[in-house]
């Protein structure tokens, strides 16, 4: 590297004379000594494969920086890659998870050796996918699994998942969780809001930078899928082409007990190989004058392509809150209803962060065996009565969700600061509750991520939680619900209630949560419907992978 670290990769190479052009993937998780069967088509195919451990990794020299070393290092790595004899000078990048966000990293200096890359499930900005959510509240058992698995220190022995978690205050968490401190755990802590530290690091803010061509992949029940998605819709002065499925962080594994259909896999490897021949090779490939969005529509469990990410023709609808009785809980009497609400007395429930809600499935990230993630029956999380349900009636026809979620709530608190969550589900009629996404707001971002404001007790605010993305056909006699409440614990830290800077807090205070749902202060979820119009695909084009 420009600073004299040397870094260490394996280098495979085809049976050719000639020179070639190569595909590179850099890894915090340990390059191996021989090359993966998933990379071996692009040797066959042609191309020399570089795999690197990332600075301070494995047998990488240098300190491990994530947020700020992958740029430089990935561009220095081109250079290098360019001057070997066996290169004709072009490259191309691809991987997941980390391996993806050090892409955009890399992409965004716009080295010209780079041509084209290919991430996967990784997002592209560190506060909201790694750190935090678009809601300002941390995501907790992300991080610390991920420190727990992958910086610990040598022969410390870790805690079970579900001790580590709840360790307070969260600035020892990182010792707790890895036996040692971890730089990076406490630069997020000391920076809660979106503020110049991560603005400074983000490739969303500087996006527009990108010039390569870029082939993305993600999953509705993937941590980054929102991301990756505002990724693609972002200015671009290069094409991109985005790729969702119904799948999790590990596009390989099946959810227990969920079916998505034969046609749920996709030819993730051959589209690549597809991609980088175009960029790299100069040869034709039907990915690129294709629509450049594929979305798997759950529900129906078909494919379809389309030519924007939000769809244009997606229409915005209102259902709102209602309740002629109080909306605690599954037997409660909360509905869901496309008629403003008229006289509706306020439903109101207790949080106590001692006990929060647990996460159930979901967009969650990176071990099933400790984390359980994707489509789960949600109906042991709506018995608690810190949970408000609101249910519609049995849809008449087929309904089609697909875009970003938004629900808009009046609420109260008697906290200074306290957490409003979200969460849509599709009741089947048998009665499963199967989760489609969820999201989070910290009430002192209401405003902002940027300058957090408290709250006045007792006072009421409209407030806006951004629950994430989905594509869900809700089916006939099927009925669409939502659960509002105030954690979803561990996928997000539990607010104590008290105002203070969390980071340090070991006091935890219960709040009396207000929500609104009458004439002048209407509370609904904000669908993005289409009509059915026969553009499903017929036939299946993609074949597992």
Same mark, same amino acid.
């Given at each position: 590297?420009r600073?004299?670290v040397?870094l260490?990769a394996?280098v495979?190479?085809?049976?050719?004379?000639t020179?070639v052009?190569?595909v590179?993937?850099?890894?915090?998780y340990?390059?191996?000594?021989?090359l993966?069967?998933?990379?071996q088509?692009?040797?066959?195919?042609?191309?020399?494969?570089?795999?690197q451990?990332v600075?301070g990794?494995?047998?990488?020299?240098?300190?491990?920086?994530?947020?700020?070393?992958e740029?430089?290092?990935?561009y220095?790595?081109l250079?290098w890659?360019?001057?070997?004899?066996w290169?004709d000078?072009?490259?191309g990048m691809?991987?997941?998870?980390?391996?993806?966000?050090?892409?955009?990293?890399?992409?965004?200096?716009?080295n010209?050796h780079?041509k084209?890359?290919?991430?996967?499930v990784?997002?592209y900005?560190?506060?909201?996918?790694?750190?935090?959510?678009t809601?300002?509240?941390m995501?907790l058992?992300?991080?610390?699994?991920?420190?727990s698995q992958?910086?610990r220190?040598?022969?410390?022995k870790?805690?079970?998942?579900?001790?580590?978690?709840?360790h307070l205050p969260?600035?020892?968490?990182?010792r707790?969780?890895?036996?040692?401190?971890?730089?990076?755990?406490?630069?997020s802590?000391?920076?809660?809001?979106?503020?110049?530290f991560?603005?400074s690091?983000?490739?969303?803010?500087?996006?527009?930078r990108?010039?390569?061509?870029?082939?993305?992949f993600?999953?509705?029940y993937?941590?980054?899928?929102?991301?990756?998605?505002?990724?693609?819709?972002?200015?671009?002065?290069a094409?991109?082409?985005?790729?969702i499925g119904p799948? %999790?962080h #590990?596009?390989?594994?099946r959810?227990? @007990?969920?079916?998505?259909?034969?046609?749920?896999?996709? &030819?993730?490897r051959? !589209?690549?190989?597809d991609?980088?021949?175009?960029?790299?090779?100069?040869?034709?490939?039907p990915?690129?004058?294709?629509?450049?969005?594929?979305i798997?529509v759950?529900?129906?469990?078909?494919?379809?392509?389309?030519?924007e990410?939000?769809?244009?023709r997606?229409?915005p609808?209102?259902?709102?809150?209602?309740?002629?009785?109080?909306a605690?809980?599954?037997?409660?009497?909360?509905?869901?209803?496309?008629?403003?609400?008229?006289?509706?007395a306020?439903?109101?429930f207790?949080?106590? %962060?001692? #006990?929060?809600?647990?996460?159930?499935? @979901?967009a969650?990230?990176?071990?099933?065996?400790?984390? &359980?993630?994707?489509? !789960?029956?949600?109906?042991?999380?709506?018995?608690?009565?810190?949970?408000?349900?609101?249910?519609?009636?049995?849809?008449?026809?087929?309904?089609e969700?697909?875009?970003?979620i938004?629900?808009?709530?009046h609420a109260?608190?008697?906290?200074?600061d306290?957490?409003?969550?979200?969460?849509?589900?599709?009741?089947f009629?048998?009665?499963?509750?199967?989760?489609?996404t969820?999201?989070?707001?910290?009430?002192?971002?209401?405003e902002?991520?940027?300058?957090?404001?408290?709250?006045?007790?007792?006072?009421t605010?409209?407030?806006?939680?951004?629950?994430?993305?989905?594509?869900?056909?809700?089916?006939?006699e099927?009925?669409?619900?939502l659960?509002?409440?105030?954690?979803?614990?561990?996928?997000?830290?539990r607010?104590?209630?008290?105002?203070?800077?969390?980071?340090?807090?070991?006091?935890?205070?219960?709040?009396?949560?207000?929500?609104?749902?009458?004439r002048?202060?209407?509370?609904?979820?904000?669908?993005?419907i289409?009509?059915?119009?026969?553009?499903f695909?017929?036939e299946?084009t993609?074949?597992?992978?």
């Amino acid at each position: 590297m420009r600073d004299g670290v040397r870094l260490s990769a394996n280098v495979f190479r085809p049976d050719l004379k000639t020179r070639v052009p190569t595909v590179l993937i850099r890894t915090p998780y340990g390059k191996g000594a021989v090359l993966p069967s998933g990379y071996q088509p692009f040797v066959e195919r042609g191309y020399a494969v570089v795999i690197q451990d990332v600075r301070g990794r494995y047998a990488s020299e240098g300190a491990f920086r994530p947020l700020t070393q992958e740029g430089q290092d990935g561009y220095d790595t081109l250079d290098w890659i360019a001057a070997q004899p066996w290169s004709d000078g072009k490259v191309g990048m691809i991987g997941g998870s980390y391996l993806g966000i050090a892409q955009w990293r890399a992409a965004l200096l716009n080295n010209p050796h780079l041509k084209a890359i290919s991430p996967v499930v990784s997002g592209y900005d560190e506060y909201r996918d790694r750190f935090y959510s678009t809601g300002g509240a941390m995501k907790l058992g992300h991080r610390l699994l991920w420190l727990s698995q992958n910086l610990r220190a040598p022969g410390y022995k870790a805690p079970e998942f579900e001790r580590f978690v709840l360790h307070l205050p969260l600035r020892t968490a990182d010792r707790f969780a890895t036996g040692q401190t971890s730089e990076v755990w406490q630069q997020s802590l000391n920076h809660p809001a979106e503020d110049s530290f991560w603005q400074s690091v983000s490739t969303r803010r500087q996006i527009e930078r990108v010039q390569v061509p870029v082939l993305c992949f993600s999953g509705w029940y993937d941590n980054f899928v929102q991301s990756d998605l505002e990724a693609f819709a972002s200015p671009k002065t290069a094409p991109r082409r985005v790729v969702i499925g119904p799948w %999790p962080h #590990n596009m390989s594994l099946r959810f227990p @007990g969920v079916d998505f259909g034969s046609q749920s896999a996709a &030819p993730v490897r051959e !589209m690549q190989l597809d991609w980088l021949d175009h960029w790299l090779k100069g040869k034709e490939s039907p990915l690129v004058s294709a629509p450049p969005v594929s979305i798997f529509v759950m529900g129906a469990n078909k494919w379809r392509d389309e030519n924007e990410w939000p769809l244009k023709r997606a229409r915005p609808t209102p259902f709102y809150l209602t309740a002629k009785k109080p909306a605690n809980g599954l037997d409660g009497g909360g509905e869901l209803s496309k008629s403003r609400p008229k006289k509706d007395a306020p439903d109101t429930f207790v949080f106590d %962060p001692r #006990n929060p809600v647990p996460t159930h499935g @979901g967009a969650v990230c990176c071990n099933p065996a400790i984390f &359980p993630w994707g489509p !789960m029956d949600q109906r042991p999380v709506e018995r608690r009565t810190d949970v408000l349900v609101y249910t519609s009636d049995a849809l008449k026809e087929d309904l089609e969700v697909t875009g970003p979620i938004k629900v808009v709530l009046h609420a109260a608190t008697s906290a200074q600061d306290t957490d409003f969550t979200a969460k849509l589900v599709d009741v089947f009629p048998d009665g499963v509750a199967r989760n489609l996404t969820d999201g989070v707001l910290r009430l002192r971002y209401r405003e902002s991520l940027e300058k957090p404001v408290l709250a006045t007790p007792g006072q009421t605010y409209e407030i806006r939680i951004d629950a994430g993305v989905t594509s869900n056909v809700f089916g006939k006699e099927h009925r669409i619900r939502l659960e509002i409440s105030s954690s979803n614990f561990p996928r997000f830290d539990r607010n104590p209630n008290t105002g203070r800077p969390i980071a340090d807090e070991t006091e935890l205070r219960k709040a009396t949560q207000t929500v609104y749902h009458d004439r002048a202060r209407p509370s609904y979820v904000l669908l993005p419907i289409v009509e059915h119009s026969g553009m499903f695909q017929e036939e299946p084009t993609r074949k597992a992978r």
